[in-house]
Structure formats: structure tokens, C-alpha cells
């Protein structure tokens, strides 16, 4: 009767011993965090916010994409917890058409939208129906006529708002050709068009400096700040509060005005 007993007691330990271990890895497995990013400058800003984290206990996995369409996509099968790549109008437009349940976690920063070109090196030089390049998905298509508009090249229906398209252009005086191109393709067909209008982070990553290169660039007062997007119901969780708190630290703030000398700017 004693060994069985015994043997029972042993048996319940192991157990016992295997569910705590089971609950140590789904403990362990909570504190990491994945997120989705394109390369420049996202991937490397959270970088920075990794050391952040790990002082918190978290581990950040970073998970690089190269386009703007993926990342939501992964984001909403639940292949990342959150990702870091646009702004509030892009997802909005982009899970509408989707019907995905996402949702900004907050802002971080502002990459200003520049024109760029290689063959002139003044607005003045843009001559009767030169070639411009633009973003071809809704919402940087937009946010770039909004920029030639604001710049005196051309004008716009104004009930057309954050959704102008090139069927609202009411004036254009030089008759700019539009070609509209996927975003990160831009930087590569600078030589082919006139001028191109290109996403800070293309053009940060292709070798551009927005201040420094771009013929006309974004004021600070850009509504197109750039997010941490989640699931629905996720912003306000202990792993993406504790994400958003790193991406908004000092050292983060102080990383993003010195490499990227106004190229990126921190709203925080």
C-alpha cells in the first residue's frame, strides 16, 4: 500500500511539475512581441525600442516586408502582433476595402513626402507636360497631389479632401502627365520621369535626404503621422502598451533627429 502510495504522490508531482512548465513556456511565450515593418526607418527605429523592451522583460522580433500590403494582411491572420509602417489614412482605406478589424495603436512619426527629381533643379525648370510620378494606392496618391497642390502646381476639387484622385485636379496649368506607381518602385524610375513623388521611407532607403534632396518637401503639419497598427481590442494591451511607451522614450526621440536629420520627425 506505501508504493502505491508513493508511486501516486511521485505521479502527481510530475504533473504538477509538467503544467507549471507548460504554464512557465505560455508565460514566457506573452512576453514576446512581433511586429512587421518595412526596413527604413521602421525597422530600425524598433531596434532602438528592443533595448527599451528587454529592460521590461519583453523580447521584440521584428518581421521586415518591403510593401504596404502584406504587413496588414499578416497583421490580420495573426502572423504578427502589430506592425509599423503607415499612417491612419492608408490603413483606413486599406482595411475598408479589406473589411479587416484594425485599428491604430498611436503615432510615432512623420516621414515628409517629397518631390524629387534627376533631371531639374528647381520647380521652374518643370516644363509643359513634364511626367511626375506618384504613390498608385488611394491614400499616398492622394497625400501627393495634396502636396503639388499645396505648392501652387496644380489645384484640386476641395470637397475631394484626403481622397483626391486625379480626376479632381480643376487646374493644371502646365498639363502635368501623372503615372501612378506602386510607392516603392518610385525611387528607381526618378531617371525615366520628370520628377517622382516619393514616401519618405523609399525615399530615406534608396539614399534620398528628404531636406537636403527633395524639390519641394511636407510641413510639420502633415496629417499622414505614421502609426503602430493592431487587431481591434489590442491597443490598449499590456504588450502593445509596453511597445508603444519604448517607441516613445528619449533614446527612441533622440536616435530618429540624429540619424535621420529632419528626414523623420518624432510627434512625441
Not at 46 to 56: G, N, R, S, V, Y
Not at 192 to 220: K, M, Q, R, T
Amino acid at each position: 500500500m506505501k508504493k502505491i502510495i508513493s508511486l501516486v504522490a511521485v505521479s502527481i508531482l510530475f504533473i504538477v511539475g509538467l503544467t507549471s512548465c507548460g504554464e512557465k513556456k505560455v508565460e514566457e511565450k506573452s512576453q514576446e512581441i512581433k511586429v512587421g515593418a518595412t526596413p527604413v526607418p521602421h525597422s530600425e527605429i524598433l531596434e532602438i525600442a528592443k533595448e527599451e523592451l528587454a529592460e521590461k522583460g519583453y523580447s521584440l522580433e521584428v518581421v521586415e516586408f518591403t510593401d504596404y500590403v502584406t504587413p496588414n494582411l499578416a497583421l490580420s491572420d495573426g502572423e504578427i502582433d502589430a506592425n509599423f509602417f503607415q499612417h491612419i489614412p492608408y490603413l483606413e482605406e486599406f482595411a475598408k476595402e479589406r473589411n479587416l478589424d484594425l485599428v491604430s495603436a498611436g503615432g510615432v512619426h512623420v516621414e515628409p513626402m517629397g518631390l524629387y527629381s534627376e533631371k531639374i533643379k528647381d520647380l521652374a525648370d518643370l516644363k509643359d507636360g513634364s511626367v511626375i510620378a506618384i504613390p498608385n494606392d488611394p491614400s499616398n496618391g492622394a497625400r501627393a497631389l495634396i502636396l503639388l497642390q499645396t505648392n501652387g502646381l496644380i489645384k484640386l476639387d476641395p470637397s475631394a479632401g484626403l481622397k483626391a484622385t486625379e480626376y479632381d485636379i480643376t487646374e493644371n496649368s502646365k498639363n502635368f502627365k501623372f503615372e501612378a506607381l506602386e510607392a516603392a518602385q518610385l525611387p528607381r524610375v526618378l531617371s525615366d520621369v520628370d520628377a517622382a513623388v516619393i514616401n519618405g521611407n523609399y525615399a530615406i532607403e534608396s539614399g534620398l535626404n528628404p531636406v537636403e534632396d527633395a524639390l519641394l518637401i511636407e510641413g510639420a503639419e502633415s496629417p499622414y503621422v505614421n502609426i503602430v497598427a493592431v487587431k481591434t481590442g489590442e491597443e490598449k494591451s499590456e504588450k502593445i502598451t509596453a511597445l508603444m511607451t519604448a517607441l516613445k522614450s528619449e533614446k527612441v526621440k533622440a536616435f530618429i533627429e540624429d540619424k535621420y536629420q529632419g528626414g523623420v520627425v518624432p510627434i512625441f
